[in-house]
């Protein structure tokens, strides 16, 4: 089955720790994306990446760094500079077709700081 | 700046009639949109989109109308059930994107009342 996984379902982190969520896809999609949802909230771009070893900022980078050294896997880490990083973690991705694509989601990460 | 902008919180409705949900952008240049449906503690699954050299698109029970004039777009479930009842997220595409990146509005949780 073609898709996306995110795991841990749940993650908690513990004051001044980093912390790192998965995100895999194996639809063959040339870009991912991160987002975050907090209640009463849209969706907010934190990182977006078009292709291999290459990703860009997105609207609330700050606090978060990412890598792109597959296709298949785009991880995010929470870093200590993140200082909200209660929330609602989501990985999509999408084959760009000048901007008509659909982006397609994982089930998401729902990260608590202990 | 909110771009999108969801002003209705949440929508109850009763089975079989009728829901409308609407959404409004302020960014002239947005020429590509989408509607996501999304459960507590999943991902947004993708519903209907609608391009702006369009006024309607209809897909089974959903419809999407678009008012350029007004900046102004609506989702329109008919009949809705209770199965429904969930979180939907407007989006938009800025017609000069190749990113893909997607501007979210607040969502509007809809109930679909028995």
């Known amino acids: 089955d073609g898709g996306i996984t995110q795991s841990p379902k749940y993650l908690f982190r513990k004051e001044g720790q980093n912390v790192t969520l998965s995100c895999e896809q194996n639809?063959?999609?040339?870009?991912m994306y991160w987002y975050r949802q907090d209640p009463g909230q849209g969706l907010r771009l934190i990182y977006y990446?078009?292709?291999?070893?290459?990703?860009q900022k997105g609207d609330i980078a700050e606090g978060y760094s990412v890598s792109r050294e597959k296709k298949e896997s785009f991880p995010l880490t929470v870093t200590s500079a993140q200082k909200n990083p209660t929330a609602f973690y989501l990985c999509?991705?999408?084959?760009?077709?000048?901007?008509?694509?659909?982006?397609?989601f994982g089930p998401g990460t729902r990260l608590l700081v202990l | 700046d909110q771009q999108v902008k969801q002003n209705s919180p949440s929508l109850s409705v009763q089975e079989g009639r009728i829901s409308i949900l609407n959404c409004d952008y302020t960014?002239?240049?947005?020429?590509?949109f989408l509607w996501y449906k999304k459960y507590p503690a999943e991902g947004p699954t993708f519903l209907i989109s609608?391009?702006?050299?369009?006024d309607k698109n209809e897909d089974g029970r959903f419809t999407v109308f678009l008012n350029k004039s007004a900046k102004h777009l609506s989702l329109h479930i008919v009949p809705s059930q209770p199965g429904d009842s969930a979180v939907y997220f407007c989006?938009?595409?800025?017609?000069?994107?190749?990113?893909?990146?997607?501007?979210f509005g607040q969502g509007t949780t809809l109930q679909v009342k028995p």
């Open positions: 999509a991705s999408s084959m760009p077709r000048r901007g008509r694509e659909t982006q397609y």
């Open positions: 639809l063959n999609h040339d870009a």
């Open positions: 990446s078009q292709i291999v070893n290459d990703f």
């Open positions: 960014n002239s240049m947005f020429d590509y």
């Open positions: 609608i391009s702006s050299i369009k």
């Open positions: 989006a938009a595409v800025h017609g000069s994107s190749n990113t893909g990146k997607l501007i």
